[in-house]
């Protein structure tokens, strides 16, 4: 009933005003704690000598896409516990 014929439905992640996600407090709230997590427990290296590009893919909408890239997760504190491993 919101959908206006030939418009783009997929312009917003999680739309605004009257159709906004309901689940996105739950969604920020998730993301923020895994990646606190993950930042917490490793350092993020390239996986080669280059660094990623930054320059968005080209776009038709208003969310910005990345290239695709590959990172390696060196954890931290070598001698320590890592929070992925079973004492």
Known sequence: RFLEPGKNSRALAFGCGARVCLGKPLARLDLFVV???LLQAFTLLPS?????????LPHCSVILKMQPFQVRLQPRGMGAHSPGQNQ
């Open 35 to 37: 990646l606190t997590r």
């Open 48 to 56: 080669g000598d280059a660094l990623p590009s930054l320059q968005p």
